[in-house]
Structure formats: C-alpha cells, structure tokens
C-alpha cells in the first residue's frame, strides 16, 4: 500500500529559527513530489520535486528529493510568525493513474 | 479563473439526514478529486474522476458516500444517510492533463452532523 509518512507531526519554534521537515514515502511508480502548506483554509502549493539532488528555493523555503532513500525535505529559514501552519507532503505514485496521497501533515507554530 | 468553487461553505445538519457537496473544478482540467480532512486522519482522498470518470474510489468509506460528475464543470459528494463521524471537512480539487501536475483546491465544505 502506498504511504506516505511526515515528521515532527509538529513542531514550536521562536522567529528567526530554522526548521526541517521530513517525508518519506513508499509508492509503486513514482512521479513526484509536492508540498503544500496549509493555514486556514485549502491547501496552497509550494513546490513540486520530481529529480533526486536538486533544490527547490523560494524565497526562504527550499526542498530537495533523494529518489534512492525515498525522502524529501522542506528547510524554512529566518522564520517567521506567517510561516505558522500545517505544511503537507503529497506524492503522485500508483502507476500513472494521477492519484496524489498525502502524508498527514506537521503543524509548525513559530512564536515570537 | 476563480479557481475551484466548492458549495456549501459550511452545512450543519443532523444525523440521518442527507448530504449533498458541490464543486466546480478550474475550466480545462480533467482531474477532479474529492479529499475529507479531519484531525485524527489528516487529508483523505475518497475519490477522482478523469474526464467525468470515476478512476478510483476505493476511498470512499462505505456505501452510505457517493459522487457523481454529470460533466465537466460540475460535481457532486452525497452522504445519506449523514453520521457524526462523517464532521469533516471535505475538499474538492482539480489539475490539468499530466501525471505530475499541481492540485488546485477549493475552499473546502466543513460540514458538522449532530
């Protein structure tokens, strides 16, 4: 069965920290990866990964994608109290059916 | 584009009765998938379709959950008869043709049964 799994499930900083989020996953056929961070609302888009090795940065975030070790991460430097939400991972496995599963989350709350 | 427009925006009803959740999927994509977010499970999908085909529902909990989409631009999640365990909030979502491509959601339909 294709899983996908987060961690910390949560996490409390102070601003100006920097924190690491992790995902690994385990899919038959993978596609890519993407990240999601969710505040109050629907999920929003932050990145897609689909190559082992390369960093995605924007802004503060960046990830990157080890396809050997089926993991990812989502570095967040400097941060701040708007960085405060659940961040997502979400992989496109199962062959090419496009279904996307999604890890269950880690709720980052940086206070000030 | 408006994005994905999903009604409701919030249903309080009461257990037993019926549960319908609509969505209107961006213009031009062909996935649509219904997800159910609660705090112990997180982000479930329940089911997709590809061009108005249901592909997968093997999410779906049980036979009292179905899901149409009539056509492209349209969708519908019924619950009947509604549960306390189905208070969740539900999303829909939607991307373009490619296997790797971005889900866009909606605003999501949080529905409470007493």
């Known amino acids: 069965e294709d899983k996908v799994v987060q961690s910390p499930l949560s996490l409390v900083v102070h601003e100006g920290d920097t924190v690491t989020l992790n995902c690994s996953y385990e899919?038959?056929?993978?596609?890519?990866l993407l990240w999601y961070k969710q505040e109050k609302k629907a999920p929003t888009f932050l990145f897609m990964l689909?190559?082992?090795?390369i960093e995605k940065k924007s802004g503060r975030l960046s990830s990157i994608l080890d396809k050997k070790e089926l993991f990812s991460i989502l570095n967040i430097t400097a941060t701040q109290t708007g960085d405060s939400a659940v961040y997502l991972c979400?992989?496109?496995?199962?062959?090419?059916?496009?279904?996307?599963?999604f890890g269950q989350g880690t709720t980052l709350q940086v206070k000030p | 584009d408006a994005g994905v427009i999903q009604s409701p925006r919030h249903e309080v009803t009461e257990m037993g009765q019926e549960v319908t959740l609509r969505c209107k999927p961006i213009?031009?994509?062909?996935?649509l998938f219904w997800y159910r977010q609660t705090m112990m499970r997180g982000l479930e999908l329940l089911i997709y379709?590809?061009?108005?085909?249901?592909?997968?529902d093997s999410g779906m909990p049980e036979d009292r959950f179905s899901a149409k989409m009539p056509n492209a631009s349209f969708s519908t999640l019924k619950i009947q008869p509604s549960e306390p365990r189905d208070s969740a909030v539900y999303f829909c979502?939607?991307?373009?043709?490619?296997?790797?491509?971005?889900?866009?959601f909606g605003e999501g339909s949080r529905l409470t049964v007493l």
């Open positions: 979502a939607s991307r373009g043709t490619g296997i790797t491509g971005e889900l866009f």
């Open positions: 899919v038959t056929n993978f596609r890519s």
């Open positions: 689909t190559s082992s090795g």
């Open positions: 979400a992989v496109h496995g199962s062959g090419n059916t496009g279904k996307l599963i």
């Open positions: 213009s031009g994509h062909d996935y």
């Open positions: 379709f590809n061009n108005n085909v249901p592909i997968d």
